[in-house]
Nanobody, 120 residues
Framework: QVQLVESGGGLVQPGGSLSLSCAASGSIFSGKSMGWYRQAPGRQRELVASISSGGNTNYAPSVKGRFTISRDNAKNLVYLQMNSLKPEDTAVYYC??????????????WGQGTQVTVSS
């Protein structure tokens, strides 16, 4: 059964921090690079951070130095620590595999996401 459950979003003031978590089923997670995506209203979904099964990470320029992605391979969990948040970080955040072929092979499944709102 394919499952992605994101949590940890909320309302935070500019400059604040949030920590997101994602519980993934093994079919999506095991041995695969995972990523955090976000989609703001009226914009396309974008990949903001990724991590390989071995722990190598990559970040979009807009979040580099502020966000940190990590994973727990034993528990099929992916995390996103977000610091120094800005209003432009406001979006629904999703986790999923990084490779489009992997996502397609699992029926294009996406979880419900978690809303992050950065506002004073």
């Amino acid at each position: 059964q394919v499952q992605l459950v994101e949590s940890g979003g909320g309302l935070v003031q500019p400059g604040g921090s949030l920590s997101l978590s994602c519980a993934a089923s093994g079919s999506i997670f095991s041995g695969k690079s995972m990523g955090w995506y976000r989609q703001a209203p009226g914009r396309q979904r974008e990949l903001v951070a990724s991590i390989s099964s071995g722990g190598n990470t990559n970040y979009a320029p807009s979040v580099k130095g502020r966000f940190t992605i990590s994973r727990d391979n034993a528990k099929n969990l992916v995390y996103l620590q977000m610091n120094s948040l800005k209003p432009e970080d406001t979006a629904v955040y999703y986790c999923n595999a990084v490779t489009a072929i992997v996502i397609a092979s699992l029926g294009g499944y996406w979880g419900q996401g978690t809303q992050v709102t950065v506002s004073s």
